[in-house]
C-alpha cells in the first residue's frame, strides 16, 4: 500500500540489528526509514533461480524472433531483394527510415497497453501480428508492398522491448535486474548470428517460385507466431500469480521489490504518476543518452552484413562471417551486465562498453580497405561495444525509476526515442561510399564519444547528488542480492526527487 502522508524524515532510535559495524558512529544512519527485509536467503536463493529458469529463456526466445523479424531485410538485401522487386536509388534506405515513424509513435502507446494488461498478453499478441507481416513481406512484388509490410511490422514491434524491460522490473530488482536483461538481449546479439546462419541456408534453396529471401521471411515469421501461442499459454502475469513460486517464495519477490525497487506491488495505473518523472530534467538527460548510444547500435542491427560485404566475400560468405561478431559481442554483453549488477553500477559500465565500440571505428577510418583483416578485426569492437548498452541503459532507468506507472511510461517512452536514430542510421549508409562508407563511420564515432561524455558526467552527478542526500538525511547502505545489510524501502517513494531515494550511479 502506498503510504497517504506525506514524505518526512522521522528520526529513528538505534537498532542493533541494522547497524552497521565498519562505519564511524558519526557514519550511522541518522534521519532514514529503514526496514530489514525479514527473509530467509534460502528462500530468496530460490525465487531468483526458479525466475531465472522459468523466465529467461522464454523471454530470451521471444526476443531473438524479435529481433530476426526485425532485421532480417538486411540479410535479404545480400540475395537480391533490391533487384527481384526493382528497388531502385536509396528506396531500400526509404523502407529503412519509413518503418521507424511507427515503430516510434506507437512504442509508448504499447507499454501502456501492457501495464494495463499485462505483458502475458501484449506480448504475444504483438508476435503474432508482426510475425504475420513478416510472413507477408516475403510476397512483396515492389516497392509499395514492401513498405506498407514493414509498417506494420514497425507497429507492432514497436512497443515489445520496452514491454519486456517492465515486465522483467517486476520480478528482478534494481540489485540484480542488469545481468537478467543482459542474458536476455544477449538472444537479439544471438539472433544476429543465428539470422546469418539462417540466411546462409535459405540462400542455398533454388525455386523457380521464391527467392531464398522469400524462404527466409516465411520460416522467421512462421516460427514468431508458433512461439507467441506457445508463450502466451506459458508466462505468468505477473509475480503474484507465478504458479511455479511456493506462497513463501512470492511472498519473498515481493518483500524484495519493495525494499529496493518499487513503491508498490501490482499498483493501479495512474496518469499523474505516470508522467511524473517526465517534470524532471532527468528526462532530458536520458533523451540524449538514448539516441546517443543507439546510433551504433542500429548501425550494427541492419548495416552489419552490408559492412561484412565491404571485405569483398560473397552473398552467402558475408552472411556466414556475421556469426563470429554477433557471438563474441553477446558473451561480452553478458559478462558486462553481470559485472554490472556485481558493483552496483551502470554509467562507467556503459563507458566502457562505448570506449570499444570508439576504438572500433577510428581503426575502421584510418585503415585501407583492403586491409581484410584489421577491418573484420575493428568490426569486432564495434559490434562487441555496441551491444551491450541497451540493456545497460534499460537496467540504468529502471534502477533509478521506483514508482512502476512512470517506470512504464519513461521506458516506453525513452526507448523508442532512441529507436529514432534508426533515421540517421538508415540514411549515413550511403551506397555511392560503398564499401568504405565513410560518412557512416565518422556519424557512428561522433555519437559514441558523445555518449560516453554524457554517461560519465551523469553518473558523476549521481554519486555527488547520493553524498549530498547522505550528508542530509542520512547514511543508507543498499541491500544485497541475499537480503543482507542495511537497507531502505522504497514502498511509497514516488520518484527521485524523494530524499529517501538513493540513484544507482
Known amino acids: 500500500m502506498k503510504s497517504s502522508t506525506p514524505v518526512e524524515m522521522v528520526e529513528e532510535a538505534p537498532r542493533p540489528d541494522l547497524a552497521v559495524p565498519d562505519l564511524p558512529e558519526e557514519e550511522q544512519p541518522g534521519k532514514v526509514e529503514v526496514a530489514p527485509l525479514g527473509q530467509d536467503p534460502a528462500v530468496i536463493r530460490r525465487f531468483l533461480w526458479k525466475c531465472d529458469i522459468r523466465l529467461i529463456p522464454c523471454l530470451g526466445i521471444m526476443y531473438l524472433l524479435?529481433?530476426?523479424?526485425?532485421?532480417?531485410?538486411?540479410?535479404a538485401k545480400t540475395d537480391g531483394l533490391e533487384a527481384d522487386i526493382g528497388?531502385?536509388?536509396?528506396?531500400?534506405?526509404?523502407?529503412?527510415t519509413y518503418y521507424y515513424i511507427p515503430y516510434v509513435l506507437c512504442g509508448p502507446f504499447f507499454a501502456l497497453i501492457t501495464r494495463l494488461i499485462t505483458a502475458k498478453y501484449s506480448l504475444t499478441g504483438m508476435m503474432v501480428f508482426f510475425g504475420s507481416f513478416s510472413i507477408a513481406t516475403a510476397?512483396?512484388?515492389?516497392f509499395s508492398q514492401l513498405l506498407t509490410f514493414r509498417l506494420f511490422i514497425g507497429i507492432f514491434e514497436s512497443g515489445f522491448l520496452a514491454s519486456v524491460v517492465i515486465y522483467m522490473s517486476g520480478?528482478?530488482?534494481?540489485?540484480?535486474?542488469?545481468?537478467?536483461?543482459g542474458l536476455f538481449f544477449a538472444s537479439n546479439v544471438i539472433a544476429s548470428a543465428f539470422g546469418g546462419l539462417l540466411a546462409y541456408g535459405t540462400f542455398q534453396i533454388t525455386d523457380r517460385h521464391?527467392?531464398?529471401?522469400?524462404?527466409?521471411?516465411?520460416?522467421?515469421?512462421?516460427?514468431?507466431?508458433?512461439?507467441?501461442?506457445?508463450?502466451?499459454?506459458?508466462?505468468?502475469q505477473r509475480l503474484t500469480s507465478a504458479r511455479f513460486l511456493t506462497a513463501e517464495e512470492k511472498a519473498a519477490g515481493v518483500a524484495r521489490q519493495l525494499a529496493d525497487s518499487v513503491d508498490e506491488?501490482?499498483?493501479?495505473?495512474?496518469?499523474?504518476?505516470?508522467?511524473?518523472?517526465?517534470?524532471?530534467?532527468?528526462?532530458?538527460i536520458r533523451i540524449l543518452i538514448v539516441f546517443s548510444i543507439s546510433v551504433p547500435l542500429a548501425s550494427n542491427n541492419n548495416f552489419l552484413a552490408p559492412m561484412v560485404a565491404r571485405l569483398g566475400y560473397g552473398t552467402a560468405k558475408t552472411n556466414l562471417y556475421t556469426v563470429a561478431p554477433a557471438l563474441t559481442a553477446a558473451v561480452f554483453l553478458v559478462a558486462f551486465c553481470f559485472s554490472s549488477d556485481r558493483v552496483r553500477e551502470r554509467g562507467l559500465h556503459l563507458c566502457a562498453a562505448l570506449m570499444v565500440t570508439t576504438i572500433g571505428y577510428i581503426v575502421l577510418i584510418t585503415i585501407n580497405v583492403d586491409n581484410l583483416a584489421v577491418s573484420y578485426f575493428a568490426l569486432f569492437l564495434t559490434t562487441v561495444g555496441a551491444y551491450p548498452v541497451s540493456p545497460l541503459f534499460s537496467s540504468w532507468c529502471v534502477?533509478?525509476?521506483?514508482?512502476?506507472?512512470?517506470?512504464?511510461?519513461?521506458?516506453?517512452?525513452?526507448?523508442?526515442?532512441?529507436?529514432?536514430?534508426?533515421?540517421?542510421?538508415?540514411?549515413?549508409?550511403?551506397?555511392?561510399?560503398?564499401p568504405r562508407y565513410m560518412t557512416a563511420l565518422c556519424v557512428n564515432l561522433g555519437f559514441a564519444i558523445l555518449a560516453i561524455i554524457l554517461c560519465f558526467s551523469y553518473g558523476m552527478w549521481m554519486r555527488w547528488e547520493n553524498r549530498r542526500r547522505d550528508r542530509l538525511h542520512?547514511?543508507?547502505?543498499?541491500?544485497?542480492?541475499?537480503?543482507?545489510?542495511?537497507?531502505?524501502?522504497?514502498?511509497?517513494?514516488?520518484?527521485?526527487?524523494?530524499?529517501?531515494?538513493?540513484?544507482?550511479?
Open 66 to 75: 524479435n529481433s530476426l523479424d526485425r532485421a532480417n531485410l538486411g540479410n
Open 87 to 96: 528497388l531502385v536509388g536509396n528506396q531500400y534506405n526509404q523502407v529503412l
Open 139 to 142: 510476397f512483396a512484388k515492389n
Open 171 to 181: 520480478f528482478w530488482t534494481r540489485a540484480d535486474i542488469a545481468s537478467r536483461i
Open 210 to 236: 521464391l527467392r531464398g529471401w522469400s524462404y527466409l521471411f516465411i520460416i522467421e515469421g512462421s516460427l514468431t507466431v508458433f512461439f507467441a501461442i506457445i508463450m502466451g499459454l506459458y508466462i505468468p
Open 265 to 284: 506491488v501490482d499498483s493501479k495505473f495512474s496518469w499523474n504518476e505516470a508522467i511524473i518523472e517526465l517534470r524532471t530534467w532527468h528526462t532530458w
Open 399 to 434: 534502477s533509478n525509476l521506483p514508482n512502476m506507472n512512470s517506470r512504464a511510461f519513461t521506458i516506453g517512452f525513452l526507448i523508442p526515442v532512441g529507436n529514432l536514430s534508426g533515421f540517421l542510421v538508415s540514411n549515413i549508409f550511403i551506397n555511392s561510399e560503398a
Open 474 to 505: 542520512g547514511r543508507i547502505t543498499a541491500l544485497d542480492n541475499h537480503g543482507h545489510g542495511q537497507e531502505y524501502v522504497t514502498d511509497g517513494v514516488l520518484t527521485s526527487k524523494d530524499p529517501r531515494f538513493r540513484f544507482m550511479p
